[in-house]
């Protein structure tokens, strides 16, 4: 619960910063273009985290996201994030999805009712193997969304940074 909570506030903090982006139009490489470095972590030019892909190599978060994604997500959003009969292609939802708007939906979940069906993403906010990667998730999901890494496992990725190595451990409680 207090994961859910700390998870949620940071999505209220960053929601200021992203809300002109909250309606934003589609996602590009250009925008997800990596700007700086930080501990072996991309960011844009806003401050997002991003992926970085060169001749065929992955950032490590992008790698990392690719596995987290197939542990945890693909059960309902499909293989390589392409959806399924009962849950959204995120391909296609994180085109318009700022970072702060995945964080909160990922932490505390989200219900759609229409058209007489009913949808429900579940909240992972307590769950340490979903919230201790959302920036690997988000990574991942946006250079699908954005058609810098294709299907499938990527070939070739970066070496796993200390501070990725430290920041796992801390928030496994390692």
């Known amino acids: 619960m207090i994961v859910r909570i700390a998870v949620s506030a940071l999505a209220l903090v960053l929601l200021p910063v992203a809300s002109s982006t909250l309606a934003r139009a589609e996602d590009s490489m250009e925008e997800a273009k990596a700007v700086k470095q930080e501990g072996g972590k991309y960011l844009d030019a806003d401050g997002n985290p991003t992926y970085k892909i060169e001749n065929g190599t992955v950032d490590w ?95 070739k990725h970066e070496n796993k940074a200390q501070a990725a190595k430290d920041a796992e451990a801390s928030c496994m409680g390692g």
């Open 61 to 155: 978060y992008t790698f990392s996201g690719y596995r987290r994604y197939h542990s945890d997500c693909h059960v309902c959003h499909g293989q390589d994030a392409t959806g399924s009969s009962y849950a959204p292609a995120l391909v296609n939802s994180l085109k318009t999805m700022d970072y702060a708007t995945f964080l909160s939906i990922v932490a505390e979940g989200r219900k759609n009712v229409g058209g007489g069906k009913e949808n429900v993403m579940p909240a992972f906010g307590d769950n340490k193997n979903v919230y201790c990667y959302l920036d690997d998730l988000y990574v991942y999901l946006r250079a699908r969304a954005d058609g810098a890494a294709p299907r499938g496992r990527p070939p």
